[in-house]
């Protein structure tokens, strides 16, 4: 079993319809991520969230909801997604005030249509 | 001033020679210096880990850090056409935030 998980792995969704992407990292990790990586651009970090209070938001369109119930799990709930979002979503988890390294999941690519 | 630069290539390297990549950052402060292996279509996976002066070697990998001159590398020996793939510099700077370079992608000719 991998350390960080996500589901889906693909996902197709049209511009008006709402769907989550869901993380799960067994790592036992204080810290998880939501990365945004799209074609020829760098890895965008979209959320922070540590010890289950999100502690950053790089100006993300609101279209993009986060949600962390507990260390071990994270959400991306997607609603009117523009084509321009589709993109491969990163979670990834690390242990703050430790090792501090970042360990990702596989990703989910999105294609909006 | 970009926090963390990698050329973006592509760098081409034959196969069996040393391919070496290399990565500024600007935050003076930053302690903990790491490289990711990204293949097409995949996720970054941890190759390095480095946080003091001077090389640290893990089999066919070496990152080589230089604090004064901001400056961090990963050389890889004996390259193997399975070392191609986009190499991403990742940094921690003062303020504990982790940021990411653009990638350099490594063609390793047969």
């Known amino acids: 079993e991998t350390g960080v998980t996500q589901t889906p792995r693909h996902l197709v969704m049209g511009m008006t319809n709402k769907k989550s992407l869901k993380c799960e990292q067994h790592?036992?990790?204080?810290?998880m991520y939501w990365y945004k990586q799209s074609a020829k651009k760098p890895l965008e970090l979209m959320f922070v969230y540590s010890l289950e209070e999100r502690v950053e938001n790089n100006s993300v369109p609101s279209r993009f909801s986060p949600e962390c119930p507990n260390s071990s799990h994270l959400f991306l709930h997607l609603h009117t997604l523009q084509p321009e979002d589709s993109a491969l979503y990163l979670c990834?988890?690390?242990?703050?005030?430790?090792?501090?390294?970042?360990?990702f999941g596989e990703g989910s690519w999105l294609t909006v249509v | 001033q970009k926090e963390v630069e990698q050329n973006s290539g592509p760098l081409s390297v034959p196969e069996g020679a040393i391919a070496s990549l290399n990565c500024t950052y600007s935050?003076?402060?930053?302690?903990?210096f790491f490289w990711y292996r990204q293949y097409s279509g995949k996720s970054p996976e941890l190759i390095m880990s480095i946080y003091s002066n001077g090389d640290k070697e893990d089999g066919r990998f070496t990152a080589q850090l230089n604090k004064a001159s901001q400056y961090v590398s990963l050389l890889i020996r004996d390259s193997q056409p399975s070392d191609s793939a986009t190499y991403l510099c990742?940094?921690?700077?003062?303020?504990?935030?982790?940021?990411f370079g653009k990638g350099t992608r490594l063609h390793i000719l047969p």
């Open positions: 990742a940094v921690m700077n003062r303020d504990d935030k982790i940021i």
């Open positions: 935050d003076r402060g930053s302690q903990s």
């Open positions: 790592l036992g990790h204080n810290a």
């Open positions: 990834a988890s690390s242990q703050d005030g430790g090792e501090n390294t970042i360990y």
